[in-house]
């Protein structure tokens, strides 16, 4: 796993080298504060993903996740990309939650790093980095059959979508495909996003367009010198992060970002990609991002 970070670091040192171009800020409104609890469960549920698909329905999770009921194992053959969605009766609760890149087939998608056109929203006149996007749609109409399905059978009015690393840029796209059909209206719920270790998912505009859409209902969170949220670059392939940063430093203290300067230097932007490593992405919130850490 630390060869391969390097190689991902070397790879996109040498593409920073080559170019250069200015650092876009985009402008948007403060978000609310985030609720730690709910972190805390997002981010047991993000690492239960890594769990064997095959074993979701069984898994017994533990910590703040305790009592979680499966409702549907979510899985794109294509890409082997899983995840699953359920309930917590103790929050009364509907989640979903995508695994992080586990297989060689996860990291190919992460690296098609080409743009395609954002066509989920044509007004932004933007682009999203293809792989992501297309998983994201591959997941799309199942993810809105689940969780119609459990609010229908809980009557649970809050959902939250998250994931790790891959299954955060995932979970990205997915809150802005059911704000796009205006699920949270159709079903009187509200949706939210907490994810941890997002990689960047598109240029400046959809940035921008990201922030105007879920600002209010949208946590990524960063820890410490995690080298998967500098990539793929700024510099050289244009793609930039939207707010809603919440910083993790070495300490495990919490900060709220900046949410007009998106790529806050106080925050996981203030380390260059050379001073990154491969386990801060590997540890959020204190926890271990593994099946194992996050089951009886």
């Avoid at 989920?120 to 006149?125: K, R």
């Avoid at 993790?248 to 001073?275: F, H, M, R, V, W």
């Amino acid at each position: 796993m630390t060869s391969f970070f390097h190689i991902i670091k070397g790879i996109f040192t040498a593409v920073i080298l080559l170019s250069a171009t200015s650092i876009t800020t985009v402008e948007s409104a403060n978000s609310n504060a985030y609720n730690l609890n709910t972190a805390n469960i997002s981010v047991w549920l993000s690492s239960a993903a890594y769990c064997e698909k095959e074993n979701y329905k069984t898994m017994q999770l533990s910590g703040p996740a305790a009592g979680f009921i499966v409702g549907d194992i979510l899985y794109d053959s294509i890409n082997d990309v899983q995840g699953f969605s359920g309930v917590l009766p103790s929050t009364k609760t509907i989640y979903v939650a995508f695994r992080g890149s586990s297989s060689i087939l996860n990291w190919l998608a992460d690296f098609k790093v080409l743009k395609e056109p954002y066509t989920t929203y044509p007004e932004c006149n933007c682009e999203v980095h293809k792989g992501f996007y297309n998983t994201a749609l591959y997941f799309k109409d199942d993810v809105i059959k689940s969780v119609t399905s459990l609010h229908n059978k809980y009557n649970y009015n809050t959902v939250v979508i998250t994931g790790h690393s891959l299954g955060a840029a995932i979970s990205q796209l997915m809150i802005m495909e059911l704000y796009a059909i205006n699920l949270q209206k159709t079903l009187g719920v509200n949706i939210e996003m907490y994810n941890f270790g997002q990689p960047r998912t598109g240029d400046a505009l959809y940035a921008s367009f990201a922030n105007a859409i879920v600002m209010q209902n949208f946590w990524r969170f960063t820890h410490n010198k995690d080298i998967v949220p500098h990539i793929p670059p700024e510099t050289g392939m244009e793609y930039y992060h939207s707010c809603g940063e919440v910083f993790e430093d070495n300490a495990g203290q919490l900060k709220s970002c900046n949410n007009i300067d998106c790529e806050d230097p106080t925050c996981a932007d203030q380390y260059s990609i050379k001073e990154t490593n491969g386990d801060d992405h590997s540890i959020y919130l204190g926890h271990f991002m593994s099946c194992k850490s996050s089951t009886v």
